[in-house]
């Protein structure tokens, strides 16, 4: 029975000593850090005064561009549907 409680013990100095190493590390801080905004987000909405990510839309989108392509988009696939696509201007 002493030898039980000597191996757990040893076994809780080891695991204290991983868990110390572990929360020392900045990539699990960067880990949790990133979890935690991602949960904000999905709760709250996006932060406004953080800055777009690389690749990340601007949410500045003009109603009347967005008709205008929507039209252009469905006339070409029914030009397209019809046997008669629009034609590319040449190369330069």
Known sequence: MA??????????QVEDALVRQIL??????RGVQRIHR???????????????????AT???????QDRFIKHFVDELKNQWKGTPTELPPKK
């Open 3 to 12: 030898w039980g409680r000597l191996l757990w013990a040893a076994f809780l």
């Open 24 to 29: 020392k590390s900045p990539g699990f801080h």
């Open 38 to 56: 991602t949960v904000q987000e999905v709760k709250y909405g996006r932060n406004p005064n953080e800055p777009l990510k690389p690749g990340e």
């Open 59 to 65: 949410t500045n989108h003009n109603k009347v561009d």
